[in-house]
C-alpha cells in the first residue's frame, strides 16, 4: 500500500502542467531524432541534456527520460519505412519490418511497433515498481558466462530456426563478430585486426557503418536491381478503419512476440553493460524460436516487429533500474543520464529511494506517463509516415542514400567509415544475390563487443576450462539450449535421410 | 549465378585467411593467468568461415543451393547499367564530400538522381536538390549541433553565411 501511495504521488507529479509539458515535448523530439538514421536516444539525450538545467532536477530527468522513450518509439520509423535502423535497438525491427513496408503492410509494422513499444513499456514499468530492488540484485549475479550463454543463445537462433543456406548462415554470423573485433584488444590494448594497415580500422569498425552499408545501401540496390526501379516504395493506403483492423492483427499476431519481448527485454535491460539491443535482438530470437511457423520471420510477421519493439521499451525502463538503484548504467543513455543526475546533486544508489523518494517515484510516474503520451504521439504521426512511403521511389531511393550518409557520418565522424559504408553496402548487393542472409551479421557486430568479453573472462575464470557454461545453474541451461539450436538442421538432414531411406525401402 | 556463387566463396575464403593470418600478429592460444591470447576470438571465428567456405564449395559441386543451379546472369546488360548509374552516383557523392562539402555533394547527387535517373521535371529536381541540404544544414548544425565536412576552402564563404544566422 505504501508502494501504492507513492506511486500514486508519483502520477500526480508527472502530470503537473510543466512535467507534463516537458513529457510531450521530450516524446516529440525524441521520436525524430530516433527516427533519423545514426542519430539514437543517447545524442538526443546528451545534446539537450544542458538545457535541463534551467527546470529543477524533478522535471529534468522526467524530460530526459521522455526523450529516452520517445527515441525508443523512434527508432522504429526508420527501420520500418526506409529500411534503415535508427539505432542499434530498432536493428532486429527491421527484420520484419522492412518486409511489411515492401508488401504494402507498413501500417500494420508501424500499429504493431506502437502498441508492442506501449505493452512493453507498460509491462516494464510495473516490473520497476513492484520488484525493483530484487531484481537489481538478482541481475548483479549474473556474471560473465551467464551473459555470454545468452549471446549464444541469440546467434543459435539464426542457426538453426533461420531457414537459409547453413555454412552461408554461420559465415555471416563469424564475419559479424570479426568485423567487430577489429581495433584494440580490450584486454592487452594492442592494435588488432588492422586490415591491410589502414589507419582508419583503429578505432574499429561502428555497428552503424555495417547496418546502413547493408539496409541503406545495399539493400536499396538489391531492390532496384530486382524491381528495375520501376516500383513504388510502397502501396500503403490508411484510413481509420485500415488502422483499427491493423490493431487488432497486431494483437493477434503479435501478442506472442509482446509478452517475450516485455519479458525478455527488461530483464537483458536490468543486466549491467547489456542494454536495450541485446535485449531486443534476443526477442526477436525467442519468439522465432517458439513461434509455430519460425520461416514466416524475416518474410514480415507482425511478431518480428512486436518483440523487438516491445523489449527495447520494456529494456529502456529495465536499465534505468540498476541506475537508479545501484548507481551502475545498463545503457550508455543511462550513463548520461547518471551523469545528470550527479551533477543535479544527487547521488545514484541504493539511499536514493529513501533519500530522493520524491525524485525517484516522480520518475517512475513520469515513465507511464510518457509512456502513454509516446504511444499517443506515434499513432498521430503515423499518417505521416505513410505518406512518405508513397512518393514516388525515384524521390525516396535518393532520400534514402542521402540519410544513409549524412546519418552515418552523424554517428561515427570520420569519412573513412563512409568509404566503408560504401563497400559494405555495394558487398551486400552481391552477398544478397548468392543468398547470403547479411541480418546475422548484423546481429553479430552489435553483439560482438558483450560477447568476446565475457568469453575471455568466463575462460579465465575457469581457467580454460569451457565446462564452466554447462555447470552453472543459469547459463548450464541456456548453453544447452544454444547448442540444440545449433545442431537442430543437422538432426533434420539425418531425419529427412532416414525417412528417404524408408520410402526408398 | 553458378560461377559466381564460387568465385564469391573464394573471395570469402581468401579474406577468411587473410583474417587468420592477421590475428596471428596477438596470441591465438591460451596465456596462463591471462585466458584466451587477444588474437584468439578472430582467429577462431575467421577459421569457423573458412570451414563455411569449404561447405559452400562442396554443395556448388554437388549443385544443391540455389545459385550453384542457375545458369543466369549475376547482373544483365540492365542491371549492369543500374549499378553504374546508381553505385557510381553514391560512390560520386562519397568522393565530393571532402571537395564541396557533405552538403554541397547531396545537392549535386540529388540533382543527379533526381533530374538525370528519375527524370523529374527540372523545377522539382532543383527545388529539392537545393531545399534538402539546407534542412539537413539547420537540422544538423543548428538542433545537434553535429558539423559536417565543410570541403574544400572555397565553400567557406558560404558556410560563414549560414553559420552566421544559427550562432
Redesign the interface.
Known amino acids: 500500500m505504501e508502494i501504492l501511495g507513492l506511486l500514486g504521488s508519483g502520477l500526480l507529479e508527472a502530470i503537473e502542467p510543466l512535467n507534463l509539458a516537458l513529457i510531450f515535448i521530450g516524446v516529440t523530439v525524441g521520436l525524430w531524432i530516433g527516427a533519423m538514421p545514426g542519430l539514437g536516444s543517447v545524442n538526443g539525450v546528451a545534446i539537450l541534456l544542458p538545457i535541463t538545467f534551467l527546470v529543477p532536477p524533478g522535471s529534468a530527468i522526467i524530460f530526459l527520460a521522455a526523450i529516452y522513450y520517445g527515441a525508443m518509439y523512434g527508432g522504429a520509423i526508420s527501420s520500418i519505412t526506409l529500411g534503415i535502423p535508427g539505432a542499434s535497438t530498432a536493428v532486429a525491427t527491421t527484420f520484419d519490418g522492412r518486409p511489411l513496408a515492401l508488401q504494402g503492410r507498413a501500417s500494420l509494422a508501424l500499429v504493431t511497433a506502437a502498441l508492442a513499444s506501449f505493452v512493453g513499456g507498460t509491462v516494464s514499468v510495473l516490473l520497476f515498481t513492484g520488484f525493483a530492488p530484487a531484481l537489481a540484485s538478482v541481475a548483479l549475479s549474473f556474471g560473465p558466462p551467464e551473459i555470454f550463454a545468452l549471446m549464444l543463445l541469440a546467434f543459435a537462433t539464426f542457426v538453426g530456426l533461420g531457414g537459409d543456406d547453413i555454412p552461408k548462415t554461420i559465415l555471416s554470423i563469424c564475419l559479424g563478430l570479426v568485423l567487430a573485433a577489429v581495433g584494440y584488444d580490450e584486454v592487452s590494448g594492442a592494435p588488432r585486426l588492422i586490415l591491410f594497415d589502414i589507419s582508419g580500422f583503429l578505432h574499429g569498425i561502428n555497428f552503424l557503418v555495417l547496418a546502413i552499408g547493408v539496409y541503406g545501401i545495399g539493400e536499396m540496390l538489391w531492390t532496384i536491381d530486382s524491381t528495375r526501379g520501376s516500383i513504388t516504395m510502397s502501396e500503403a493506403k490508411l484510413t481509420v478503419k485500415g488502422m483499427v483492423s491493423d490493431a487488432k492483427e497486431a494483437t493477434r499476431r503479435g501478442w506472442k512476440g509482446t509478452t517475450i519481448g516485455s519479458l525478455l527485454g527488461f530483464f537483458v535491460g536490468v543486466l549491467p553493460a547489456a542494454g536495450a539491443t541485446p535485449g531486443s535482438l534476443m526477442a526477436y530470437g525467442v519468439t522465432k524460436m517458439v513461434s509455430r511457423n519460425p520461416r514466416e520471420f524475416g518474410q514480415g510477421h507482425p511478431g518480428g516487429v512486436a518483440a523487438p519493439e516491445a523489449a527495447n521499451n520494456s529494456a529502456s525502463t529495465g536499465s534505468m533500474l540498476p541506475m537508479i538503484t545501484l548507481g551502475i548504467p545498463g545503457s550508455p543513455t543511462t550513463a548520461i543520464l547518471l551523469g545528470g543526475m550527479v551533477i543535479w546533486g544527487l547521488t545514484p544508489g541504493p539511499r536514493l529511494f529513501v533519500d530522493e523518494s520524491e525524485f525517484v517515484w516522480g520518475l517512475i510516474g513520469s515513465f507511464y506517463v510518457s509512456n502513454f503520451a509516446a504511444l499517443v504521439i506515434n499513432l498521430a504521426f503515423i499518417p505521416l509516415f505513410i505518406w512518405m512511403l508513397r512518393m514516388p521511389f525515384t524521390i525516396l531511393a535518393p532520400m534514402i542514400f542521402v540519410l544513409s550518409v549524412v546519418g552515418g557520418y552523424a554517428a561515427v565522424r570520420d569519412m573513412h567509415d563512409i568509404w566503408l559504408m560504401v563497400v559494405f553496402g555495394i558487398s551486400a548487393f552481391f552477398l544478397r544475390k548468392f543468398d547470403y542472409p547479411l541480418a546475422p551479421a548484423v546481429l553479430a557486430i552489435v553483439l560482438g563487443p558483450i560477447a568476446e568479453p565475457t568469453l575471455r573472462q568466463s575462460l579465465l575464470l575457469s581457467s580454460g576450462d569451457p565446462m564452466i557454461f554447462l555447470n552453472r545453474p543459469v547459463a548450464g541451461p541456456i548453453t544447452v539450449i544454444a547448442v540444440i539450436l545449433i545442431l537442430l538442421p543437422l538432426f533434420k538432414v539425418i531425419r529427412n535421410k532416414m525417412r528417404g531411406q524408408k520410402m526408398a525401402a | 549465378?553458378r560461377r559466381?556463387?564460387i568465385i564469391?566463396a573464394g573471395i570469402?575464403a581468401l579474406l577468411s585467411i587473410y583474417?587468420m593470418w592477421?590475428?596471428t600478429?596477438?596470441e591465438v592460444g591460451?596465456i596462463r593467468g591471462?585466458?584466451?591470447g587477444?588474437?584468439a576470438?578472430?582467429f577462431w571465428?575467421?577459421a569457423?568461415?573458412l570451414i563455411?567456405?569449404a561447405?559452400?564449395a562442396y554443395?556448388w559441386v554437388r549443385r544443391t543451393?540455389?545459385?550453384s543451379q542457375s545458369e543466369e546472369p549475376?547482373?544483365d546488360a540492365?542491371?549492369r547499367r543500374?549499378?553504374i548509374q546508381?553505385?557510381g552516383?553514391?560512390?560520386g557523392?562519397?568522393a565530393l564530400?571532402?571537395i564541396i562539402s557533405?552538403y554541397g555533394a547531396?545537392a549535386v547527387?540529388?540533382f543527379y538522381?533526381?533530374w538525370f535517373?528519375?527524370?523529374?521535371s527540372l523545377k522539382l529536381s532543383l527545388t529539392?536538390s537545393l531545399v534538402?541540404p539546407v534542412a539537413?544544414f539547420f537540422?544538423?548544425e543548428g538542433l545537434?549541433?553535429?558539423t559536417?565536412?565543410s570541403g574544400m576552402s572555397f565553400t567557406q564563404p558560404v558556410f560563414n553565411l549560414l553559420y552566421s544566422i544559427i550562432y
Do not use: A, D
Open positions: 549465378m559466381g556463387e564469391t570469402l583474417m592477421k590475428s600478429e596477438l591460451y591471462q585466458g584466451p587477444g588474437g576470438w578472430p571465428l575467421s569457423i568461415m563455411c567456405t561447405m559452400i554443395n543451393s540455389p545459385p549475376v547482373l540492365e542491371g543500374m549499378l546508381v553505385g552516383g553514391i560512390v557523392f562519397v564530400i571532402n557533405m547531396m547527387f540529388l538522381y533526381l535517373l528519375g527524370r523529374h529539392l534538402s539537413f537540422f544538423f545537434m549541433r553535429i559536417m565536412p
